[in-house]
């Protein structure tokens, strides 16, 4: 039971400094980057790929993996680009590890700390072809 004195603590979020918000915006930019004009960033994930760290990012036409390395001074480099068209299968191998298989056969694993349930519907969701 807890005293009626004692402090409770809650967990708000800070605000990124604006360093961070810097560093934060490269892997996005490397992202687009890759693009085309019409095509837009819907979801990223943090995680890592084949034992790389850095954000999985879900455009509206492809798959891409921006790795992040470093821990004062943070690169960035592009170590996957896969149109969707260009995937072959996609399923969970645990909860929180999704196999990714091109379509020529070249396989990848993303672990992350969130369920790959919650990518995989969105991941769906982009895949399916749009109702005009």
């Known amino acids: 039971m807890m005293k009626n004195n004692q402090n409770i603590y809650m967990y708000l979020p800070r605000r990124l400094t604006e360093g961070e918000e810097k560093v934060s915006k490269k892997w996005i ?20 790929l084949d034992g790389m760290s850095g954000y999985l990012v879900l455009s509206n036409k492809k798959m891409i993996f921006v790795q992040e390395k470093g821990l004062l001074r943070k690169t960035y480099n592009l170590v996957l680009d896969v149109p969707y068209e260009k995937l072959g299968k996609v399923s969970p191998v645990s909860r929180y ?36």
């Open 29 to 48: 930019e490397l992202a687009r980057k890759t693009m085309d004009h019409e095509d837009e960033i819907q979801k990223s994930y943090y995680g890592s």
């Open 97 to 132: 590890e999704l196999a990714v298989i091109e379509a020529d056969g070249e396989k990848h694993v993303f672990t992350t700390d969130i369920p790959v349930q919650v990518i995989g519907e969105s991941l769906k969701n982009l895949m399916e072809p749009k109702k005009d």
